[in-house]
Antibody, heavy 117, light 108 residues
Framework: EVQLVESGGGLIQPGGSLRLSCAAS????????MSWVRQAPGKGLEWVSV???????YYADSVKGRFTISRDNSKNTLYLQMNSLRAEDTAVYYC???????????WGQGTLVTVSS | EIVLTQSPAILSLSPGERATLSCRASQSVSSYLAWYQQKPGQAPRLLIY???NRATGIPARFSGSGSGTDFTLTISSLEPEDFAVYYC??????????FGQGTKLEIK
């Protein structure tokens, strides 16, 4: 069964750092495009970052320079390192496989990040 | 940047009725459009990709149509479990992925 399980969310003060993990099973992370998408409380979906199978990485303007996407092939796990966190980064963060490079499927269950003092 | 505009924001219908949701792109996205369903407290689920292809396990009452800038998600006869929020999403050069703001399908 293809599955994604996120972890690492929590309450963090503004300016702090957090690393999210996304453990995959049923497929190989390094052979796929993988992405992070977030959803602020009561709001819609916002694409955050993607890592291509070849290793290229891209970020939304709202997180560029502060967030870093990476993967550990030996652990079949995707990561999102988040630095200089702001209140507006508060959201549920989902990881997702990007099918055919275009569509998000499947999604993990999400992990909540709350940035507050 | 390509902007996706969904309408209506809220759609109130009864079980058994037909639902028609719209997604309009600010410029052509060809057929690079998907639809997702999200229920409260759950992750989104892919319903339709490439504008008109149903994802694995999606019931036949869900169908997608359109190309270029105008797209439609149709649910032929609403079941109780279909009441949720629906998002469209496009794939382009930059930013590579954007979502519409969502349509909430609620029970009338």
């Amino acid at each position: 069964e293809v599955q994604l399980v996120e972890s690492g969310g929590g309450l963090i003060q503004p300016g702090g750092s957090l690393r999210l993990s996304c453990a995959a099973s049923g497929f190989t992370v390094s052979s796929n495009y993988m992405s992070w998408v977030r959803q602020a409380p009561g709001k819609g979906l916002e694409w955050v970052s993607v890592i291509y199978s070849g290793g290229s990485t891209y970020y939304a303007d709202s997180v560029k320079g502060r967030f870093t996407i990476s993967r550990d092939n030996s652990k079949n796990t995707l990561y999102l390192q988040m630095n200089s966190l702001r209140a507006e980064d508060t959201a549920v963060y989902y990881c997702a496989r990007v099918r055919d490079g275009n569509w998000f499927d499947p999604w993990g269950q999400g992990t909540l990040v709350t940035v507050s003092s | 940047e390509i902007v996706l505009t969904q309408s209506p924001a809220i759609l109130s219908l009864s079980p058994g009725e037909r639902a028609t949701l719209s997604c309009r792109a600010s410029q052509s996205v060809s057929s690079y459009l998907a639809w997702y369903q999200q229920k409260p407290g759950q992750a989104p689920r892919l319903l339709i990709y490439d504008a008109s292809n149903r994802a694995t396990g999606i019931p036949a009452r869900f169908s997608g149509s359109g190309s270029g800038t105008d797209f439609t998600l149709t649910i032929s006869s609403l079941e109780p479990e279909d009441f949720a929020v629906y998002y469209c999403q496009q794939r382009s050069n930059w930013p590579p992925y954007t979502f519409g703001q969502g349509t909430k399908l609620e029970i009338k």
